[in-house]
């Protein structure tokens, strides 16, 4: 197993990605070879569920944004999303549309590798077709026609079970010991590593189903927004807790200079005892002086 290869599992099984989202890391990865038609092809069918699909188009988003010597995450991501917007869902070509800026950006992506060879043309090429096949409405619908009847006669029987399976048991995540034993090599068949959806789960995912188009949308687009946060979401960095550590520091620092300082009363017991102390001395000496008076009194007789 190539070291690119390994570290791809690795990130998958730490991310916790879901199935969808490895499908497409693994259709878009930097390894030399194309993404697997098969493997496409199942991409395809998962856009038809509002949850796969949100999963899918974040990770394409994702790799449309990547450069440089990544540059072939950004070309397969289009390779992919060409194939999506001729046989996936209606959602795919909206969603392109609604993003088109993501994509004509790449109408001008530039890397040259060591040896000095042009490896943006690629991108841009693909980037260009893409956007002028977005953009005429009626050449997109000869081309979905005509790739969605050679898709329905290659695997007629095959496509629509695996529509209906995929829609309720995708929203699984993959675990460590099924990711190794499904994932072995970059054509391996996708169908192989689909993990048994768990009966515990079949209600809740009956329940949602959207039973009218208006709910589907609302899903939609809430499966959109949700996928687009995470996506822009900044990792945590270590200097920001401790800046706020550091606050909460001084705040408390400030808080405690700020308190009224008590003054420490001397009991009333204290102050008691030293006065008889002081008039057991004065009598004392009132006695000693008495004293001598009557002896002088009595040495003058």
């Not at 490895?22 to 038809?48: C, F, Q």
């Not at 943006?120 to 790739?147: C, F, P, Y």
């Not at 420490?264 to 008076?293: F, G, N």
Request: with cysteine; proline share 4%.
């Amino acid at each position: 197993m190539q070291s690119s290869s390994l570290r791809r599992q690795m990130k998958n099984m730490v991310n916790n990605y879901t199935e969808a989202e490895v499908k497409v890391r693994e259709a878009t990865s930097n390894d030399h070879w194309g993404p697997p038609s098969g493997l496409m092809a199942e991409i395809s069918d998962l856009t038809y569920n509002v949850v796969t699909f949100a999963e899918v188009m974040g990770i394409i988003w994702k790799r449309l944004n990547d450069h440089g010597k990544n540059w072939r995450h950004v070309y397969k991501a289009l390779t992919l999303l060409d194939v999506l917007v001729k046989t996936g869902s209606e959602r795919v070509p909206k969603a392109c549309r609604d993003n088109i800026y993501a994509i004509q950006t790449l109408k001008d992506f530039q890397y040259l590798d060591r040896d000095g060879r042009d490896q943006g043309i690629n991108v841009r090429e693909k980037a260009k077709q893409l956007v002028s096949l977005l953009k005429d409405e009626e050449k997109l619908k000869r081309e979905r026609s005509h790739a969605l009847k050679n898709k329905s006669r290659v695997g007629a029987s095959g496509s629509s079970s695996s529509v209906s399976y995929m829609s309720s048991s995708y929203t699984t995540r993959i675990s460590g010991e099924d990711f190794s034993r499904c994932r072995g090599s970059p054509s391996s068949s996708a169908s192989s590593s689909l993990i048994t959806p768990s009966s515990r789960l079949a209600p809740d995912l009956e329940q949602a189903i959207p039973s009218t188009s208006g709910e589907e949308e609302l899903q939609l687009q809430l499966a959109l927004a949700m996928s687009r946060e995470e996506s822009e979401k900044p990792p945590p960095t270590v200097d920001i807790d401790e800046q706020a550590q550091l606050r909460m520091a001084m705040n408390l620092s400030k808080k405690e200079a700020h308190k009224p300082k008590l003054v420490k009363r001397v009991p009333a017991a204290s102050v008691d005892m030293d006065e008889d102390a002081q008039l057991q001395l004065a009598l004392s000496l009132s006695k000693e002086e008495h004293q001598q008076v009557k002896a002088s009194i009595h040495d003058e007789i």
